[in-house]
């Protein structure tokens, strides 16, 4: 499943970075997201704004672009 198909408020592992372009995939690595985090999806911002994640107790906003290439496991 794709994180911009979670719910506010659910918590997922990521599994897949693959379809991440290499310039997003060092800024994910840089805030400690790899393969195998788990993340908190906490809200989106209104009018298509981006998703807001918690991360190892740091909050993190991504492009729903972006987001739509990350593959994660629901837990």
Same mark, same amino acid.
């Given at each position: ?7 506010? +408020?659910?918590?997922? /592992?990521? /599994? ?8 997003? /995939? ?6 400690? !997201?790899?393969?195998? *985090?788990? !993340?908190?999806? /906490?809200?989106?911002? @209104?009018?298509?704004? @981006?998703? !807001?994640?918690?991360? *190892? +107790?740091? *909050? ?16």
């Amino acid at each position: 499943m794709l994180l911009t198909e979670l719910r506010q +408020g659910e918590k997922a /592992k990521i /599994k897949d970075l693959s379809g991440v372009n290499q310039f997003m /995939k060092r800024r994910l690595l840089d805030l400690g !997201i790899v393969e195998g *985090s788990e !993340i908190h999806y /906490k809200y989106t911002l @209104p009018f298509g704004g @981006p998703l !807001i994640l918690d991360c *190892s +107790g740091q *909050s993190i906003g991504l492009r729903r672009m972006e987001a739509a290439s990350i593959q994660v496991e629901r837990l």
